[in-house]
Nanobody
Framework: VQLQASGGGLVQAGGSLTLSCEVSGQTTPIYIAGWFRKSPRNVREFVSAISGSGGDTLYADSVKGRFAISRNHAKNTVYLQMNSLKPEDTAAYYC????????????????WGKGTLVTVSS
């Protein structure tokens, strides 16, 4: 399984970015997908997860109301729309897939992609 994240960049506080994660090689058609981030202090944090159907989502309190996760099964792609960005959102963002929403929110995933860097300037 390979996950390729893209869409990171430099943005001013209050701005928006959309991250994409293309998933390939996933043999299970229905899988949980999510996003994590690792800050400059090297602390990994769960950001969001979405169920296989796309009908259920989870968000960390720190991003609730500002970020939105979605998926397109036809494109095997998961998205993270990030609005009202803050300097504390600066981090490397990683996408991941797994079998359980609860496990993913606790930091567990089966497959990980390489990170895409998001920098929010004040």
């Amino acid at each position: 399984v390979q996950l390729q994240a893209s869409g990171g960049g430099l943005v001013q506080a209050g701005g928006s970015l959309t991250l994409s994660c293309e998933v390939s090689g996933q043999t299970t058609p229905i899988y949980i997908a999510g996003w994590f981030r690792k800050s400059p202090r090297n602390v990994r944090e769960f950001v969001s997860a979405i169920s296989g159907s796309g009908g259920d989502t989870l968000y960390a309190d720190s991003v609730k109301g500002r970020f939105a996760i979605s998926r397109n099964h036809a494109k095997n792609t998961v998205y993270l729309q990030m609005n009202s960005l803050k300097p504390e959102d600066t981090a490397a963002y990683y996408c991941a897939t797994g079998g359980s929403m609860s496990a993913m929110s606790a930091g567990g995933a089966d497959y990980w992609g390489k990170g895409t860097l998001v920098t929010v300037s004040s």
